[in-house]
């Protein structure tokens, strides 16, 4: 199994639909991430969180919430996706225990909002 | 807010070359990282630079972190196909956010045989 998991990998989503990403991880790390990725743009930041009640805004958080349901667990929400949304989503988790310790990343999903 | 400035964005280039990527900030980072994606998958860490003024070599690769860490240099000697992908340099916060990465534009690769 893969050390982070999201689910699902591709979503086509109507304009005003509610969605939810799922992300989950088996590294044991506290801190886990969303981010964004459009061609140009790099990644961006949606949501960080450092520990179960700990949650945090990041850059582009506008039309996006979170819920961290475990340490292991953080999902996405996009309370009415507009089409600016279509993107590739990125969950992450890292602890820099290790200062040389990267994030490991999921996989993606890949959003398309029509 | 920090920002990455990475530079070139594309890069296209023959199998033999020589390329080197550019990562530049007005920020300071506790370290700098950098990743290489392929389509379909997440980012990948290739390396971690801390000190100001580090050189590390992987393989073809050599990264560099600027004193002031405030930017950093990826080099590849001789470039092969299997280099081709998008490379994203990433800076490491500090203090209160320790952990969180601020992420360059990325530079999409191609080396051609």
């Known amino acids: 199994d893969a050390d982070v998991t999201q689910t699902p990998r591709n979503r086509i989503t109507k304009t005003g639909k509610r969605i939810m990403l799922e992300c989950s991880q088996t590294?044991?790390?506290?801190?886990m991430y969303w981010y964004r990725q459009d061609p140009g743009l790099g990644l961006r930041l949606i949501y960080y969180s450092f520990d179960v009640k700990d949650i945090n805004k990041g850059e582009i958080s506008d039309g996006y919430s979170v819920s961290r349901q475990a340490q292991a667990k953080f999902s996405l929400s996009l309370e009415s996706a507009i089409p600016n949304q279509t993107a590739l989503y990125f969950c992450a988790t890292g602890d820099f225990r290790d200062e040389l310790e990267g994030y490991t990343f999921g996989s993606g999903t890949r959003l398309t909002v029509v | 807010t920090q920002l990455l400035e990475q530079s070139p964005q594309f890069l296209s280039i023959q199998e033999g070359e020589n390329l080197t990527v550019y990562c530049n900030s007005s920020?300071?980072?506790?370290?700098l990282q950098w990743y290489r994606q392929e389509p379909g998958e997440g980012p990948v860490l290739l390396v971690t630079?801390?000190?100001?003024?580090e050189v590390k070599k992987l393989k073809r690769l050599t990264f560099q972190f600027g004193d002031a860490r405030k930017d950093s240099s990826l080099h590849i000697t001789a470039a092969q196909p299997g280099d081709t992908g998008l490379y994203l340099c990433a800076g490491v916060s500090g203090g209160t956010s320790y952990g969180k990465l601020t992420f360059g534009q990325g530079t999409i690769l191609t080396v051609h045989p």
């Open positions: 590294k044991g790390h506290d801190r």
């Open positions: 920020s300071v980072f506790s370290s």
């Open positions: 630079v801390v000190t100001g003024g």
